[in-house]
């Protein structure tokens, strides 16, 4: 299993549990594949999500951090 970094475009807001999910942070979805991070994503988020990364994108862009999703 390996961990992917998913961010959100500026119009992006969701509410998964108590965490609030936009533009200033940074979803990490721990998956198998990155094919299965995007079918997680896609379910999660439908079409309203920006980029998945592999690593750790540049922080200094998302002020609110990291948010481990556990779905």
């Given amino acids: 299993m390996q961990k992917y ?5 500026q119009a ?6 108590n965490a609030v999910l936009n533009k200033d942070t940074v979803a990490v979805i721990v ?3 990155e ?4 079918q997680k994503a896609f379910q999660l988020f439908k079409m309203q999500w920006n980029l998945l990364y592999e ?3 540049d922080m200094s ?3 609110d951090g990291l ?5």
């Fill in 5 to 9: 970094y998913i961010t959100f475009g």
């Fill in 12 to 17: 992006h807001i969701h509410k998964l549990g």
């Fill in 31 to 33: 998956e198998a594949s």
């Fill in 35 to 38: 094919e299965a991070a995007q």
């Fill in 55 to 57: 690593y750790v994108p």
């Fill in 61 to 63: 862009y998302f002020p």
């Fill in 67 to 71: 948010v481990e999703i556990d779905l």
